[in-house]
């Protein structure tokens, strides 16, 4: 079963982010819920809210952490926002491996 934050669409796989910029360091862990009951993987960076600086970050980070190519990961809503949508493109197969390394931090 696939964690709340993550779901399948066709190949890929769309991720709900809450990020924190400016925080003192990059980090992957929790979950936050909001007001409607929507779950959200919490995610820290140390970038600043500027110039895309804060999401090239995120990118950066995940891709990283998911040991997959950056250019494959792409924000898909938030540009502005704390809330995000990532599309993980073309790794629905690897579903459950992904769930548990965010899972993890």
């Known amino acids: 079963m696939n964690p709340a ?12 982010v809450r990020l924190t910029p400016r925080s003192a360091k990059d980090a992957i862990g929790g979950i936050w819920e909001d007001e409607k009951g929507a779950h959200w993987l919490q ?26 190519p ?13 809330l995000k949508r990532l599309r993980l493109v073309g790794h ?8 548990r390394e965010l899972e993890n931090g």
Do not use: H, Y
Not at 5 to 16: C, H
Not at 48 to 56: I, Q, R, S, T
């Open 5 to 16: 934050f993550l779901r399948l669409d066709g190949d890929d796989i769309v991720l709900a």
């Open 43 to 68: 995610m820290s960076v140390r970038a600043v809210p500027e110039k895309g600086l804060a999401n090239k970050a995120l990118i950066q980070r995940i891709a990283k952490r998911l040991k997959i």
């Open 92 to 99: 629905a197969e690897d579903a459950a491996r992904i769930a």
């Open 70 to 82: 950056a250019k494959g990961v792409l924000l898909e809503s938030g540009d502005t926002s704390r």
